[in-house]
């Protein structure tokens, strides 16, 4: 089975600073990877995902991550944070099944962004 | 256009209580999930539908949790003889197709609450 696992439950960094968020993944085959927003109240937003193209993956809002095989990771990254980016962030991979799609997701990491 | 929605968006029930929590995709979608999120963790996968048919129901916790998409769209996740440990944010996301990478787009939930 895939897992993922997202060092970091609190993350704590000052407005302007770089955000760096962990994710660790163990597949058996090549990995689809997701990076998902969650907003107080809200759904969860898709900010970027790999599927096996380029490994340094573009999404919303200028978060980024890079897929690195040697190491296992999905780690998501933000030159410069900003309030509004103050929300949970999940990690997950897909796992076809039936046909489908199925997400296995990690805790989350909680994002504060200070003045 | 409309995103998925879900209703209603909370529900309190009392423990032993039957409850239906109704998921409406996005218009055309034809890959259907449903996710369970307790506090503090991530989405876990519950089952999974292509077009009416349940592809894979392999998350549902027991039998007292059902599922059904009689048309092709609009989804009811139906739990029986509720229990305190059912309270959690249910999350439903639908997908254009099934492929692995296919993006899944969230609705808000349901938070249920069992008393």
């Known amino acids: 089975a895939q897992s993922v696992t997202q060092l970091g439950s609190h993350v704590s960094v000052s407005e302007g600073a770089l955000v760096l968020l962990r994710c660790n993944y163990s597949s058996s085959v090549p990995p689809y990877l997701f990076w998902y927003v969650q907003y107080p109240n809200q759904g969860l937003q898709l900010l970027l995902k790999?599927?096996?193209?380029?490994?340094l993956v573009k999404g919303i809002n200028g978060f980024e991550a890079e897929f690195k095989k040697s190491e296992t990771s999905f780690h998501l990254t933000k030159p410069s944070a900003h309030m509004s980016d103050a929300a949970e962030y999940f990690c997950?991979?897909?796992?076809?099944?039936?046909?489908?799609?199925?997400?296995?997701f990690g805790t989350g990491t909680q994002l504060k962004v200070e003045l | 256009g409309a995103g998925v929605s879900q209703t209603p968006s909370n529900k309190v029930t009392e423990k032993g209580k039957y409850v239906e929590l109704r998921c409406d995709p996005i218009s055309g979608h034809t890959a259907l999930y449903w996710y369970r999120q307790s506090l503090g963790q991530g989405p876990e996968f519950l089952i999974y539908?292509?077009?009416?048919?349940?592809?894979?129901d392999s998350g549902l916790p027991n039998d007292r949790f059902f599922a059904v998409r009689p048309e092709g769209s609009v989804s009811t996740l139906k739990i029986q003889r509720t229990e305190r440990g059912d309270s959690a944010v249910y999350l439903c996301a639908s997908s254009l197709g099934q492929g692995v990478g296919e993006t899944q787009y969230f609705g808000p939930g349901t938070r249920l609450l069992v008393l």
């Open positions: 539908f292509q077009g009416t048919g349940a592809a894979d």
């Open positions: 997950a991979v897909s796992e076809v099944t039936g046909g489908g799609n199925k997400l296995t």
């Open positions: 790999y599927t096996s193209a380029a490994t």
